[in-house]
């Protein structure tokens, strides 16, 4: 079990629903962090969060939105998804501090399966 | 841009040492290091953060060459439950996000 909680495990979804990807985590921690990760390949980051603000968006499209609604949470939402968008959608905390000394704590991940 | 890691994968006997790279053509900030096992999410082993510096617990260490702009990740005695992808995080100094290398497979056998 890890400390960062993602829901749900497994989504289904049409390219033209929409849906939310939850992340809640109770560390006290003010960096999170969104990742996509297809297979055999490493974790990509997608946005960063630093105390409920985005700080980072890695040119991702805007069919993906994030939201921060308070310091525990973090929300992706979907619409309009490609079948290339179907990967394990990771979610990851960290404490805030200078750049590269704080470990990130990952959730188990989203499998988003894209029809 | 993606640090390089080296060897691709590993095939070792249970109690067999193994040491996997993570190369940048760019000034590194940190190093880190972190274990994934099928299916499940990346575990946190170990950050450095100063060139030459060490570190370690149980037997897996690493060290951080800052001058190569290099890692290395050594395990020690291997055991079962270090099978699964190895993946180095690099940081820029300022960057504050970590690029991932393509991994090292390990897998270990009895």
């Known amino acids: 079990d890890t400390e960062v909680t993602q829901t749900p495990k497994h989504l289904v979804m049409g390219m033209t629903n929409k849906k939310s990807l939850k992340c809640e985590q109770h560390?006290?921690?003010?960096?999170m962090y969104w990742y996509k990760q297809k297979a055999k390949k490493p974790p990509e980051l997608m946005f960063v969060?630093?105390?409920?603000?985005?700080?980072i968006n890695e040119s991702v499209p805007s069919r993906f939105s994030p939201e921060c609604p308070n310091s525990s949470l973090l929300n992706l939402h979907l619409h309009a998804l490609q079948p290339e968008d179907s990967a394990l959608y990771l979610c990851?905390?960290?404490?805030?501090?200078?750049?590269?000394?704080?470990?990130?704590?990952f959730g188990d991940g989203t499998r988003l399966s894209i029809l | 841009q993606q640090p390089v890691q080296s060897p691709q994968a590993v095939i070792l006997r249970e109690g067999e040492d193994a040491v996997i790279n993570c190369s940048s053509s760019?000034?590194?900030?940190?190093v880190h290091w972190y274990r994934q096992k099928h299916g499940e999410a990346p575990v946190f082993l170990m950050i450095?953060?100063?060139?030459?510096e060490q570190k370690g617990h149980d037997k897996i260490s690493a060290s951080f060459n800052e001058k190569k702009q290099q890692s290395s990740l050594y395990l020690t005695a291997s055991q079962l439950s270090y099978s699964g992808t190895y993946f180095c995080g690099t940081e820029k100094l300022g960057a504050q996000k970590l690029v991932f290398g393509q991994g090292t497979r390990l897998t270990i056998n009895p």
């Open positions: 990851a905390s960290s404490h805030q501090g200078q750049a590269g000394n704080q470990p990130q704590h």
């Open positions: 450095l953060l100063k060139g030459g």
């Open positions: 969060y630093s105390y409920e603000k985005l700080s």
């Open positions: 560390m006290g921690h003010r960096a």
């Open positions: 760019k000034a590194l900030y940190s």
